[in-house]
């Protein structure tokens, strides 16, 4: 409703609507009771003025009705803000089963956007309309957060971890991107673009050019080059875990924990090889801390994960 004036953003995303009927709502409760009590102010100060000089206020001693009244109200309007507040909290950081999956590193002052088909992008992101794009996130250096208004999603973006942002867009067009995490000078500049297509342009515009080949495919060169694959054999004779199948499963640590593999395992398992060694391996794998980039860890990650489809050999 508001949507034409310049103050409020675009609706362009399935949760926008959702985020925005709670919003209104807590502008009209809070409205109408800033209202209603000023207005009482006004008219009681009014009503029960002082009308000579020596008039003294009659005496009162509480009243049950008033006090059970002025608590159950707001108490029940607290717990619907509470349950729906809740609600779109979920929905928003539950990703749906199957999305599509793209990296984004942040780092002063600009956003670098890693496609799994090897497209790369900086400040620009495309996205196709309709399909749920689940983002996974870090910074190489400060905290920042990524945001994007029309779609009322906005999530901190740290370095040393990764985090998640979903959304699915529903119109196509160009949607301001932020940084809205104060990060140093050009702060301010660390803006983008979020370009939404139709399904079959984003086909064509991801087809257009990536000499360097997927990102799985970085990532299997680099696994070589870095003389991972030494340790982490196929065959179950490495001294390293096999990689293949364990994305996405249950690992048994030493200390005899579990541990889900994900991309935060996998990057600590290459950052901090002895930090969770899994059971039946030594802690004899060296750190790779200041040796690869976060964007290569990514692609790292990357490679990993595609080789969930894999069988997995039994470990000796
Ligand atoms: Cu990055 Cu502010």
Redesign the pocket.
């Given at each position: 409703m508001w949507t034409g004036t310049p103050l409020f953003p675009e609706r362009a995303s399935t949760m926008a609507g959702r985020v925005d009927a709670l919003y209104f709502f807590l502008l009209g409760i809070t409205a109408f009771f800033s209202l209603l009590i000023a207005g009482l102010i006004v008219y009681y100060a009014i009503k029960y003025r002082r009308r000579t000089p020596d008039a003294v206020g009659a005496p009162i001693h509480g009243g049950l009705a008033l006090e059970v009244t002025w608590t159950v109200i707001p108490l029940f309007i607290t717990m619907i803000l509470f349950v729906w507040g809740a609600s779109v909290f979920f929905a928003m950081s539950r990703p749906p089963d199957e999305t599509l999956d793209i990296y984004v590193v942040?780092k002063?002052?600009m956003w670098k956007v890693q496609h799994l088909d090897g497209q790369r992008e900086i400040d620009e992101l495309h996205v196709p309309v309709g399909r749920a794009v689940k983002l996974i996130m870090t910074s190489e250096d400060v905290i920042?957060?990524f945001f994007i208004p029309a779609f009322r999603v906005k999530a901190d973006v740290i370095p040393g971890r990764y985090t998640t942002l979903w959304f699915q867009s529903t119109t196509p067009g160009r949607y301001h991107l932020f940084?809205a995490?104060?990060?140093g000078t050009k702060?301010s500049g660390?803006i983008g673009q979020i370009v939404v297509m139709e399904p079959s342009e984003y086909q064509t515009w991801l087809s257009g050019g990536s000499p360097e080949g997927s990102l799985a495919s970085t990532g299997a060169k680099l696994f070589a080059d870095l003389a991972c694959n030494t340790c982490h054999r196929s065959d179950a004779q490495g001294r390293g875990p096999v990689l293949e199948g364990l994305f996405g499963k249950t690992v048994t640590l030493q200390s005899g924990e579990t541990v889900a593999v994900d991309e935060a395992y996998v990057r600590e398992s290459i950052l901090m090889p002895s930090a969770k060694v899994a059971a039946g391996f030594q802690p004899i794998m060296p750190t790779f801390q200041g040796l690869v980039t976060e964007e290569q860890l990514l692609a790292l990650v990357e490679y990993v994960k595609s080789l969930r489809g894999l069988p997995q050999v039994q470990a000796r």
């Open positions: 942040g002063q002052w920042h957060s940084c995490e104060y990060c702060h660390m």
